[in-house]
């Protein structure tokens, strides 16, 4: 009972969920030690992937060399040998990926199971659970920021495809096919051909969720999702819970994990998170991010801008538009 911590009350009138989550320090309890550890076996190694990922080079130069002298086998050669140990890297964060979305499957069943009446208690009881969640929210848009930025990904991958469809017609035997088959490289090249990769993957993977579980009302995992921007959005904005960060990377962790959960919960909810109806209060969490220093939000602005679903949808209100724009 560590981490569960008293509920001010609350003296907004829409009653926002008003509680410290503890992102630092929240220890699960042993109802929770079960989902817990099969995640935590998957976070463990977020971390390697962001590393690699933002080391990635690419083979740019050989592949350019290759092209531009079609006749040197030589080049071909060493280009070809550039690429296929970076396709084993593009395919192992391909493969995370998908333990991501396992993961992501436990957590929501465990946060929006009927154990307790409402998301607000779920996030407030279960919140080892819940920071792992947004854990899963950060690496996300972490990687997806390093991957738009890296426009060597598609190439590398697009050239190893090319290369190895011509090594078949000919029938060269190419070593690095048995990283890569076919239908497996056809799934890795619409991974990386989307914008944001891995939010498609938590959104899809969402959506799965809800359809799979049909017993379970969607508004379980979408009020999930809603009451989780409302507990970042509180904790940022409110002096004597940010104080208790013990350090200003848990503002930017928290910044950053509001802005996923609301686009996650903009493609999952029937009408998104920007129309009337939503249980976002988008203009408040925009306001936050706003009063954030400028050079530290504006990547997550351009998230909100640019990866939303429904931002421009006419039943926007216009003074949202505008606060974006």
Known sequence: ?????????????????????????????????????????????????????????????????????????????????????????????????????????????????????????????????????????????????????????????SYYRRTLSRMRINNVPAEGENEVNNELANRISLFYADATPMLKTLSDGTTKFVSENKNLPIENTTDCLSTMASVCKVMLETPEYRSRFTSEETVSFCLRVMVGVIILYDYVHPVGAFAKSSKIDMKGCIKVLKDQPPNSVEGLLNALRYTTKHLNDDSTNKAIKSMLQ
């Not at 817990?36 to 080391?55: F, M, T």
């Not at 050989?62 to 050669?77: F, G, H, S, T, V």
Request: hydrophobic share 40%.
């Open 1 to 157: 009972m560590g981490n569960l911590l008293k509920v001010l009350t609350c003296t907004d009138l829409e009653q926002e969920p008003n509680f410290f989550l503890d992102f630092e320090n929240a220890q699960p309890t042993e109802a929770e030690r079960e989902v817990w550890d099969q995640v935590d076996v998957v976070l463990k190694d977020a971390k390697g992937i962001l590393d690699e990922l933002q080391a990635y080079k690419g083979a740019g130069q050989e592949i350019r060399e290759a092209i531009q002298n079609p006749n040197d086998e030589a080049l071909q050669e060493q280009a070809w040998a550039a690429v296929v140990p970076l396709v084993g890297k593009l395919k192992k964060f391909y493969e995370f990926s998908q333990r991501l979305e396992a993961a992501l499957h436990s957590l929501l069943g465990a946060l929006t199971s009927e154990t307790y009446n409402d998301p607000t208690q779920h996030l407030e009881r279960e919140q080892a659970l819940a920071k792992q969640f947004a854990e899963i929210l950060h690496f996300t848009l972490r990687f997806d920021e390093l991957k738009m930025t890296n426009p060597a990904i598609q190439n590398d991958f």
